[in-house]
């Protein structure tokens, strides 16, 4: 069974940047992809970022494009959501997951989720 445990989320000003952290366990990570999820409150959630563990391809919202950036350390096992010129619309709880394959845009299509970590944007 693969656990997820994210970090890293806070309280920060527009403009500033936080950096989210998945550490899994369990299982291998080879085979499997990630993404990043959030969802604000009376929303549903939504993709962010995704990557194929092995080959390192990611995969972006249009709306974090050029802002955020997904990466993994295999040693580790560990992956991480950079986010950079954030703004109060990035406001959410944000998730990683994972789900054997290539990284995939739908929530549904995830296997395995973390328990979330809050992020708010605000003055």
């Known amino acids: 069974q693969l656990q997820l445990v994210e970090s890293g989320g806070g309280l920060v000003q527009p403009g500033g940047s936080l950096r989210l952290s998945c550490e899994a366990s369990?299982?291998?990570?080879?085979?499997?992809?990630m993404g990043w999820f959030r969802q604000a409150p009376g929303k549903e959630r939504e993709f962010v970022a995704a990557?194929?563990?092995?080959?390192?391809?990611?995969y972006y919202a249009d709306s974090v494009k050029g802002r955020f950036t997904i990466s993994r350390d295999n040693a580790k096992n560990t992956l991480y959501l950079q986010m950079n010129s954030l703004r109060p619309e990035d406001t959410a709880v944000y998730y990683c997951?994972?789900?054997?394959?290539?990284?995939?845009?739908?929530?549904?299509?995830?296997?395995?989720w973390g328990q979330g970590t809050q992020v708010t944007v605000s003055s």
């Open positions: 997951a994972a789900r054997g394959g290539v990284a995939a845009q739908r929530p549904t299509s995830y296997d395995y």
């Open positions: 369990g299982l291998s990570l080879e085979e499997y992809a």
């Open positions: 990557i194929n563990w092995n080959s390192g391809r990611t």
